[in-house]
């Protein structure tokens, strides 16, 4: 069964530091995968998502992922991170049909 | 161009009744699904519809069901209402390809009593 895993629950970061939210997947053929964020009492939003081709992949919000097949990870990135980026957020992959399996999530706190 | 809009965004309901949430896709989009979210099984997959067909289906028992009108606009139908039934339900739509990234809606929380 194709799948993500997100390992950490919660990640703490100071506001201006980097940040990194971590992601791995098992999927067979080319995965699929993309980050969503949740606010409180709102849907998902779409941050970005990896097809193929570069590694690095850039979306919106100043916030970035990179992909390593070698390693199986799409981990979250963001060079600063804000107090406005504390919210939850999860990792998805298609599996077909606009099916996405999401990760469990990881709440991000950052604080001022 | 508006986004995805569900109706209604708070529902009460008492166990054994039947509920119907709606689901307004963006312009254009031919593909709508519906998530499920709860704090103990986190996002499910509950069905996705493309173009008046049900092209996926997720684990739920087949108190869950849905459909999809011409204009692409969507309703999900549970009936027998449990209080496990509680949650969050969001929809999403998309163009319908798995390279496209889905955009969901504000949800409709549904609480069992």
């Known amino acids: 069964a194709q799948s993500v895993a997100q390992p950490e629950d919660q990640v703490n970061v100071a506001e201006g530091n980097p940040l990194t939210v971590k992601c791995t997947y098992s999927?067979?053929?080319?995965?699929?995968l993309f980050w969503y964020v949740q606010y409180p009492n709102r849907g998902l939003q779409f941050l970005l998502k990896?097809?193929?081709?570069?590694?690095l992949v850039k979306g919106s919000y100043g916030f970035e992922a990179e992909f390593n097949k070698s390693q199986t990870s799409f981990h979250l990135k963001k060079p600063s991170a804000l107090v406005s980026d504390s919210a939850l957020y999860f990792c998805?992959?298609?599996?077909?049909?606009?099916?996405?399996?999401f990760g469990t999530g990881t709440r991000l706190l950052v604080s001022p | 161009k508006a986004g995805v809009t569900q109706t209604p965004r708070y529902l009460i309901k008492t166990r054994g009744q039947q509920v119907t949430l709606s689901c307004s896709p963006i312009?254009?989009?031919?593909?709508v699904s519906w998530y499920q979210q709860t704090p103990g099984q986190g996002l499910q997959f509950l069905f996705e519809?493309?173009?008046?067909?049900?092209?996926n289906k997720g684990n739920f028992p087949g108190r869950f069901s849905g459909r999809q009108f011409s204009n692409s606009r969507s309703e999900m139908n549970v009936s027998t209402l449990e209080l496990g039934d509680s949650a969050l339900y969001l929809c999403?739509?998309?163009?319908?390809?798995?390279?496209?990234?889905?955009?969901f809606g504000p949800g409709t929380r549904l609480t069992v009593t």
């Open positions: 999927v067979s053929g080319n995965p699929y």
């Open positions: 990896y097809i193929t081709g570069d590694n």
């Open positions: 312009s254009g989009h031919r593909s």
């Open positions: 998805a992959v298609n599996t077909g049909f606009q099916k996405l399996v």
């Open positions: 519809y493309f173009s008046e067909t049900q092209r």
């Open positions: 999403a739509s998309s163009s319908g390809t798995a390279l496209d990234e889905q955009y």
